[in-house]
């Protein structure tokens, strides 16, 4: 497996009246991507950011934008995201009774497809889909709301996954979302992911946005 990780910021937690300024924060820190967490008051609690938001973060920056949609019938709003400057688009499992042909679609706009599973939702379908997504989303909080805590069973989900993209030959990137700090990151790391979604532990961290990037960093490098 490969070593390299990825660091994905997700603007739900920036201070959105200095967006410019997270955003550059974050580039400078060597970020990866920056992660848009799109939902929509009916598949998850909250309501947060739409399109209007994806096109103001392509205008501040170069890094790939990570979009994922926590939406129902999110296939009738793939094209509107990529138009927008999504790079990558998400979309979850739960919502999906097509799957196969939202993940499609989401290749055809040119962005490359994630497929995201809560929690609770077992892994079976990945056997079935491999050649259509280019990552996995494992939710390692049941999503809605920043700053949850890790829930620890979900390493052996990160584990899990793992093992069944090696036995299918696939290199798909595993990435989790939620709870993700100095000291989970590590655990998630070992256990196989590869790009971490990080909000609070970033933008909340109090020697800044900087300081933050820098200890997910160090807390993989120090696990290794």
């Known amino acids: ?17 200095q967006l410019q300024a997270e955003i550059e924060a974050c580039e400078r820190s060597g970020a990866d991507r920056i992660h848009i967490d799109v939902m929509d008051g009916s598949f998850v609690p909250n309501i947060t950011f739409g399109q209007v938001m994806v096109k103001n973060c392509r205008a501040l920056t170069d890094l790939p934008l990570d979009v994922h949609l926590m939406i129902v019938s999110p296939e009738r709003h793939i094209e509107s995201f990529a ?17 196969q042909r939202t993940l499609t679609q989401i290749r055809e706009t040119g962005a490359k497809s994630g497929i995201c599973f809560n929690p609770g939702t077992p892994l079976d379908s990945l056997r079935y889909l491999s050649a259509d997504f280019d990552q996995v989303l494992l939710m390692t909080v049941n999503p809605g709301f920043g700053g949850q805590k890790y829930i620890p069973s979900m390493t052996l989900k990160i584990s899990d996954t793992a093992q069944i993209l090696k036995e299918l030959g696939s290199d798909a990137l595993i990435q989790v979302d939620g709870g993700i700090d100095a000291t989970t ?40």
């Not at 497996?1 to 009246?17: D, R, V, Y």
């Open 185 to 224: 990151i590590g655990e998630a790391y070992a256990a196989g992911a590869r790009n971490f979604i990080a909000g609070s532990s970033v933008f909340g961290h109090p020697e800044g946005t900087e300081a933050g990037i820098r200890a997910l960093r160090a807390g993989v490098e120090n696990r290794n």
């Open 1 to 17: 497996m490969n070593n390299k990780f990825e660091i994905s910021p997700s603007i739900l937690s920036a201070n959105l009246g």
């Open 83 to 99: 138009k927008a400057g999504a790079d990558i688009i998400t979309v979850h499992y739960e919502t999906c009774p097509l799957i």
